[in-house]
């Protein structure tokens, strides 16, 4: 069974600080992890995806199998980046499985 | 179409009432999902189409929903005896058949049962 984690419901910090919102996951195969965002009255989107390996928005998010994390960070949250964040878990009968969310405000 | 097109935006209905909720994915995508988001529960899946045949309905809650998707693109979600817990807003997004490739998301229709 898939399985995705994000033990935080909530996330708040001040403008200029480290941000590090959690994702775990649970996949006995070979799993694919994306980190999705949504922001005020907009679509929910993709931010970045493991395979990528690559920095959106100043967003990074490493894949650690031995953990089954996938964290996303930020070294210095803007208060742009407020906005409730996924982390989903891709397995190989092509679902999607989506955390619980966390939402992040980033105060001035 | 530019992306994945829902309808109707809002839909208020009366409790005991059948709601249909449309999906037009993105021309191509053969993968289509249906997720419901309600406030503090987020994101819950419903039901997967590969196709026209959907391999995971593990997420429909009851029978009382459903879900078709025709000639491998348009999918139609049904409510039957729609009930006060079933308001929420009903999302679906689409994907190309390869592997866990990005999902497109829809804007949502926002259902909500008086």
């Known amino acids: 069974a898939q399985r995705v984690t994000q033990p935080e419901k909530l996330l708040s910090v001040f403008k200029g600080a480290p941000v590090e919102l959690k994702c775990n996951y649970s996949y006995s195969g070979s799993p694919e992890l994306f980190w999705y965002v949504q922001y005020s009255r907009q679509r929910l989107q993709l931010l970045l995806r493991?395979?990528s390996r690559e920095s959106i928005k100043g967003f990074t998010a490493d894949l650690n199998k031995g953990e089954t994390s996938f964290h996303l960070k930020k070294p210095f949250a803007q208060e742009e980046d407020s906005a409730m964040y996924y982390c989903?878990?891709?397995?190989?009968?092509?679902?999607?499985?989506f955390g619980k969310g966390t939402l992040l405000t980033v105060n001035p | 179409g530019a992306g994945v097109s829902q309808s109707p935006s809002n839909k208020v209905t009366e409790k005991g009432k059948d709601v249909e909720l449309r999906c037009d994915p993105i021309?191509?995508?053969?993968?289509l999902y249906w997720y419901r988001q309600s406030l503090g529960q987020g994101l819950e899946f419903l039901i997967y189409?590969?196709?026209?045949?959907?391999?995971?309905k593990s997420g429909l809650p009851s029978d009382r929903f459903s879900a078709e998707r025709t000639g491998g693109s348009v999918s139609t979600l049904t409510i039957q005896r729609t009930q006060q817990e079933d308001s929420a807003v009903y999302l679906c997004?689409?994907?190309?058949?390869?592997?866990?490739?990005?999902?497109?998301f829809g804007q949502g229709t926002r259902l909500t049962v008086v």
């Open positions: 493991h395979i």
């Open positions: 989903a878990l891709g397995g190989s009968n092509y679902k999607l499985t």
């Open positions: 021309s191509g995508h053969t993968a």
């Open positions: 997004a689409s994907s190309y058949e390869i592997m866990n490739t990005e999902a497109f």
């Open positions: 189409f590969q196709g026209n045949s959907a391999p995971d």
